[in-house]
């Protein structure tokens, strides 16, 4: 029998699968804590509610409808990562990282932030981070600002995970 190198011996260690699955639960995470707190709980805005102010029971109606849009594609974005996960999970290959799984959410959350801040906020100007504010711009920035530091902890917490696979 043939000896086998110590490269041989040790598992391969993925990190792929689980950094994709994290990110797209943690975009679906971001939708929902956005939907949840802005639109509903604190009422800050809608999805449209620069373009339709809801101060009229049609605009409000309108306005809740493309909310209730926004949270069925979170939910379908959020469903596809926990598929991605479970498979994840099943594969012996897959570096399980809790700094993966925290930076991945983290990362997906910033991702969702900065995709809706640009798109929603600055270039289609659906609605502001707070509609009722003597600065919206303001408000706009500061959620662009915050979600970039989010984004670089994420990144950073995947990377030091990633890390960890192969000094383990």
Excluded: C
């Amino acid at each position: 029998m043939a000896p086998t190198s110590e490269y041989q011996q040790q598992p391969v260690s993925r990190s792929g699968p689980i950094i994709a699955a994290t990110t797209l639960i943690g975009v679906g995470m971001g939708g929902f804590v956005d939907g949840i707190i802005l639109h509903q709980i604190l009422q800050w805005h809608n999805m449209v509610s620069a373009k339709l102010p809801p101060d009229t029971l049609l605009n409000a109606k309108t306005n809740m409808f493309w909310d209730g849009m926004f949270h069925a594609g979170v939910w379908v974005v959020t469903m596809i990562g926990i598929v991605l996960l479970w498979n994840a999970v099943k594969n012996r290959s897959v570096n399980l990282s809790n700094k993966i799984l925290i930076g991945g959410f983290l990362f997906g959350w910033a991702i969702f932030n900065l995709v809706e801040g640009v798109i929603d906020h600055h270039l289609l100007v659906l609605h502001n981070v707070r509609e009722i504010s003597t600065s919206p711009s303001s408000w706009n920035f500061g959620f662009l600002g915050g979600s970039v530091i989010m984004l670089l902890i994420g990144w950073m917490l995947i990377n030091k995970g990633r890390k960890s696979a192969f000094t383990t």
